[in-house]
């Protein structure tokens, strides 16, 4: 005791504080701090709430591979680098922030919530007021009760009954082979390469239902990855109901730029939605809904899908299980965002220029809208017209979006403004 008494004499303030805060299980979230009589002032270390991360609904949440980024200050949120260090508001949907593997060298980032935090919260009170009957109660202990869940806990591998009723629109027509790359693919497990979940603890699997019922926005991003050349961001990783991509300016920053800058931007989006309708996979991606905020462009000029909320998936290899429009089977985990959902049509009636039309009229026809001379600018504007139709005929929709693809090629310029493709243009008929 007297040898403790005398380790403890020693310590300085900071450290006695330190050891003080182990013992009480909070060190987590203190910030440290130093009375001015004690010696010269520390740093304050960035004080978090386990609310703000959304750690205290985990494991109803998204889940935690890079917490310790965080809290190793790896991760930090642009207002941290002012002079306040303050944490934003909680209530925002995304927040612009810097990512560093050394410390010394930073990239911008995004991080972003599922839904708003009012959202979460409403979807919180309703799983306890129909579960449980009460106001307040433990989230991941009423869906763990589920008989959804329960099923999800004995199963083997993910299969489309399990999914039956999840309204985000990647799982409104899943197929087996969908399925089996989400299990393969889930970043917030190691990875074992298998479409079984033998590798999945309990408590991934209920990260793995929440995250697909709520917005499968970040499975999207893991499972098709721009490393492999698909037309999406960069996911870090999550944690709590936080999750990390890399940054990018939206479409709607470019809305009014110049003519060479709106026909390369346009011709992107012209390639990237003919690379969702035909590729090596044999996967059909399609919009329910586009904004200005679907599309983002990196800082090299490249554009890329920057919200995959609103992608539906159809198989075209193996269809699906449910394209005979089956009564679909509803539960808790069908109305985790809002109380009532659209319908969706069936799978077998999405026409493959759905996400075109959708395009035209909401985003090129802003992009492109008096950008050019006239002569040229008459010829864009009656091709989005037509292909901004959605009641013609699919050849009629597609013809004028080729058509418009070869009245924007010769207005695209090749020099270093456009670096992700510079200088390859030069020696490249492709651009």
């Not at 799983?127 to 099923?151: D, P």
């Not at 936080?242 to 009014?256: M, N």
Request: proline share 5%.
């Amino acid at each position: 005791m007297l040898e403790m008494r005398s380790c403890v004499h020693h310590l300085s303030p900071q450290m006695l504080l330190s050891v003080l805060c182990w013992s009480l299980n909070c060190c987590l979230f203190l910030e440290a701090t130093v009375s001015p009589s004690s010696g010269p002032r520390v740093k304050p270390s960035y004080s978090f709430g386990r609310t703000f991360l959304g750690l205290d609904k985990c494991n109803a949440c998204i889940g935690t591979s890079i917490c310790k980024k965080f809290f190793k200050e790896e991760i930090r949120f642009d207002s941290w680098l002012s002079s306040h260090l303050k944490l934003p508001p909680n209530y925002l949907s995304s927040y612009s922030g810097n990512y560093s593997d050394d410390t010394k060298s930073w990239r911008p980032v995004e991080i972003s919530r599922l839904t708003t935090k009012y959202q979460h919260d409403q979807s919180d009170k309703r799983i306890c007021t129909s579960l449980i009957h009460t106001k307040s109660c433990s989230i991941e202990r009423a869906l763990w009760k589920t008989e959804r869940f329960q099923k999800w806990l004995k199963a083997k591998r993910l299969t489309p009954d399990l999914v039956q009723g999840l309204h985000t629109p990647m799982l409104h027509c899943p197929s087996q082979r969908l399925l089996d790359r989400i299990v393969r693919r889930y970043a917030e497990v190691p990875d074992a390469g298998s479409v079984y979940m033998d590798h999945f603890t309990d408590r991934d699997k209920l990260r793995l239902l929440y995250t697909l019922s709520v917005n499968a926005h970040p499975i999207m991003l893991q499972i098709f990855p721009g490393a492999e050349g698909w037309p999406f961001p960069k996911y870090l990783g999550s944690c709590g109901r936080l999750i990390v991509t890399i940054s990018t300016r939206p479409l709607k920053a470019f809305y009014g730029a110049s003519s060479d800058v709106a026909a390369d931007l346009a011709l992107q989006v012209l390639a990237v939605l003919e690379s969702m309708t035909n590729n090596d996979l044999n996967y059909f991606f399609y919009f329910t809904r586009v904004d200005a905020g679907t599309f983002g462009v990196f800082s090299d000029g490249h554009l890329f899908i920057r919200d995959a909320s609103t992608l539906g998936v159809i198989d075209k290899q193996e269809g699906s299980q449910w394209m005979n429009g089956q009564q679909e089977e509803k539960d808790i985990f069908s109305c985790l965002v809002t109380d009532t959902q659209s319908m969706q049509p069936p799978c077998n009636s999405i026409k493959p220029t759905q996400s075109l039309s959708m395009v035209c009229a909401e985003l090129l026809s802003k992009l492109l809208k008096g950008t050019f001379l006239p002569p040229v600018q008459k010829k864009i504007d009656h091709a989005l017209n037509i292909c901004a139709d959605s009641s013609l005929s699919t050849q009629e929709i597609a013809m004028a979006a080729q058509e418009l693809d070869e009245i924007l090629k010769p207005l695209r310029t090749c020099d270093s403004h456009f670096a992700y493709r510079f200088p390859d243009c030069k020696y490249s008929v492709r651009f």
